[in-house]
């Protein structure tokens, strides 16, 4: 631990600042709670929003985890997770049943959160009538007077064009039957995640000054129309080509020298703990 910075590297106020920012946030399902985001080491667009959301909320005994896009390997999430570990102390694990607080980028773990556990996603833009609205003040009003009828646009405009809702990522929901949020760049496929969660789920935008949260067992649905029902990415019959899953949220990989296609987990470190259990299975056998 590095001892020439604070504890959790802000100081106290600090985080007492954003501890009371989650809280509003709790108190108001989905509702996006301003807060005075600080200069971090890395710049804003890596994760500054998710990581003040953890450092204020990161004790001694907690177990982090750290992943960006599903995997715990790349530059970001190493980067994120050395620094907390850094400037704190605490234990870090890959296995997402672990770990007390997961900071996540674009990805909800496969394994099922608990009770107890805090999911931190980071936020690029915690705004979700910014498409058709630019003005922050008119955006608030929209918000207070209930007005989601832009979200719905997008999403109809998605149909006539496409023939189908077209929504990569992000995919808007409505919180505890009020407040419509962006659920982060999480694909479709981890949106029913949300509803229900035992989990508390914060999400952060550094830039954007943002701070919001979907409490444990909090109702949350995913906007759609009676006759265009939502629904998450198909994989057909598709399996990991490493450890045989399927029915989780796969990447699609092409050779570029054959062309073939296959297919792996996008949750690296699910997949390894799968690929372990079946060796140890295979040996014990
Ligand atoms: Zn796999």
């Known amino acids: 631990m590095n001892s020439l910075y604070n504890y959790a590297f802000f100081d106290e106020g600090s985080k007492r600042e954003i501890r009371r920012a989650i809280l509003k946030a709790v108190a108001l399902p989905g509702y996006q709670v301003p807060f005075a985001s600080r200069e971090m080491p890395i710049a804003r667009g890596w994760g500054t929003g998710g990581l003040q959301l953890t450092l204020s909320l990161v004790g001694r005994s907690d177990v982090l ?9 790349s530059v970001n999430a190493v980067n994120i997770r050395k620094f907390v570990s850094g400037t704190t102390g605490v234990a870090v694990t890959e296995d997402a049943r672990e770990a007390t607080i997961i900071q996540s980028r674009h990805r909800i773990p496969e394994s099922p959160l608990r009770e107890g556990q805090v999911l931190v996603l980071q936020v690029p833009l915690p705004e979700p009538l910014r498409l058709i609205e630019p003005s922050e003040y008119k955006t608030k009003r929209l918000h207070a007077e209930r007005d989601y009828s832009g979200a719905y646009l997008v999403l109809f405009e998605e149909i006539q064009r496409y023939g189908r809702v077209a929504t990569g990522a992000d995919h808007p929901v409505e919180v505890h039957g009020r407040y419509v949020m962006a659920p982060s760049p999480i694909p479709r496929f981890d949106n029913p995640k949300l509803d229900g969660n035992p989990a508390l789920i914060l999400l952060g935008a550094g830039r954007e000054k943002k701070i919001y949260a979907v409490p444990p ?7 759609d129309f009676e006759d265009q029902p939502f629904r998450v990415e198909d994989f057909g019959s598709a399996a990991c080509g490493l450890c045989g899953a ?7 990989l092409v050779d570029p020298s054959t ?3 296959t297919w792996r987990c996008n949750d690296t470190s699910e997949c390894a703990s799968r690929r372990r259990a079946s060796q140890e299975a295979a040996d014990a056998s």
């Open 65 to 73: 985890k750290v992943i960006d896009q599903g995997s715990d390997d």
């Open 217 to 223: 067992y909090t109702k949350v649905r995913s906007l």
């Open 246 to 252: 399927s029915g989780v949220y796969l990447d699609e």
């Open 259 to 261: 062309g073939s296609k």
